[in-house]
């Protein structure tokens, strides 16, 4: 799984011409029938306090989705996946930096989308 989730982002990096007014970005979380799938999201605006933020979507990368297909995960609750999934991006964007320049300065959460958003950068 994490292999496929630092190959997707840096897809996305790779492949994106962000609008300069993009503030912070969302990476969504949600269960359905095939499993579990992760979405990225971008907004020109960021509310600490609101995380109805997130709602508002201003960029959707052409790569907008990936499907955890690891079966490391058909065991783990939604907590241990969103814990997971957060720690993989955190250290991926956190030590690759220089190679991803799309999240530099920006605003970054996960969250299921019935759940809270928690920060990650």
Same mark, same amino acid.
């Given at each position: 799984?994490?292999?496929?989730?630092?190959?997707?982002?840096?897809?996305?990096?790779?492949?994106?011409?962000?609008? +300069? *007014?993009?503030?912070?970005?969302?990476?969504?979380? &949600? $269960?359905?029938?095939?499993? =579990?799938?992760?979405?990225?999201? /971008? %907004?020109?605006?960021?509310?600490? +306090? *609101?995380?109805?933020?997130?709602?508002?979507?201003? &960029? $959707?990368?052409?790569?907008? =989705?990936?499907?955890?297909?690891? /079966? %490391?995960?058909?065991?783990?609750?939604?907590?241990?996946?969103?814990?997971?999934?957060?720690?993989?991006?955190?250290?991926?964007?956190?030590?690759?930096?220089?190679?991803?320049?799309?999240?530099?300065?920006?605003?970054?959460?996960?969250?299921?989308?019935?759940?809270?958003?928690?920060?990650?950068?």
């Amino acid at each position: 799984m994490e292999e496929e989730i630092r190959h997707w982002i840096q897809q996305i990096n790779d492949e994106t011409i962000l609008p +300069s *007014d993009i503030v912070a970005f969302n990476f969504g979380l &949600f $269960e359905s029938e095939e499993g =579990y799938c992760i979405y990225l999201t /971008g %907004s020109k605006f960021y509310d600490e +306090s *609101d995380d109805d933020w997130a709602c508002d979507i201003d &960029f $959707e990368p052409n790569r907008k =989705y990936l499907m955890l297909a690891s /079966g %490391s995960i058909q065991n783990m609750n939604w907590k241990q996946i969103l814990y997971k999934v957060k720690n993989i991006i955190f250290n991926f964007i956190t030590a690759n930096a220089y190679k991803l320049p799309l999240f530099v300065g920006k605003i970054v959460t996960i969250g299921f989308d019935d759940g809270d958003l928690v920060r990650i950068q």
